[in-house]
């Protein structure tokens, strides 16, 4: 069984700064054989991709939304993943998700394991 558990949300102010983080656990599982990506989802709107890394750290990509201000690493060390989110915009407020599959990118459907969610929200 494999789970993914997110950390780091909270309520940050306009401009201000977050780092996420995603654990991996599970028997015999590895995340750094996988792609991971994050994702968040607004009240109202559709789970949209926001960043991805390869299973090596060597290739990312991000939403041209977030793009210059949030960083996707990882830690496969630690089987962890960060989203460094900077320079935060109320429209960043959303529950994000981390996920890991075999492909990567920021379409949903390639991702075959999901975390519960961190709720983030951005207000003054």
């Known amino acids: 069984q494999v789970q993914l558990v997110e950390s780091g949300g909270g309520l940050v102010r306009p401009g201000g700064s977050l780092r996420l983080s995603c654990t991996a656990s599970?028997?015999?599982?590895?995340?750094?054989?996988?792609?991971s990506g994050w994702f968040r989802q607004a009240p109202g709107k559709e789970r949209e991709g926001v960043s991805w890394?390869?299973?090596?750290?060597?290739?990312?990509g991000y939403a041209g939304s977030v793009n210059e201000r949030f960083t996707i690493s990882r830690d496969n060390a630690k089987n962890t993943v960060y989203l460094q989110m900077n320079s935060l915009k109320p429209e960043d407020t959303a529950v994000y998700y981390c996920?890991?599959?075999?492909?990567?990118?920021?379409?949903?459907?390639?991702?075959?394991?999901w975390g519960q969610g961190t709720q983030v929200i951005v207000s003054s």
């Open positions: 996920a890991t599959g075999p492909a990567g990118g920021l379409d949903r459907r390639e991702y075959r394991f």
């Open positions: 599970g028997s015999g599982f590895t995340l750094g054989y996988y792609a």
């Open positions: 890394i390869s299973n090596s750290g060597r290739t990312s």
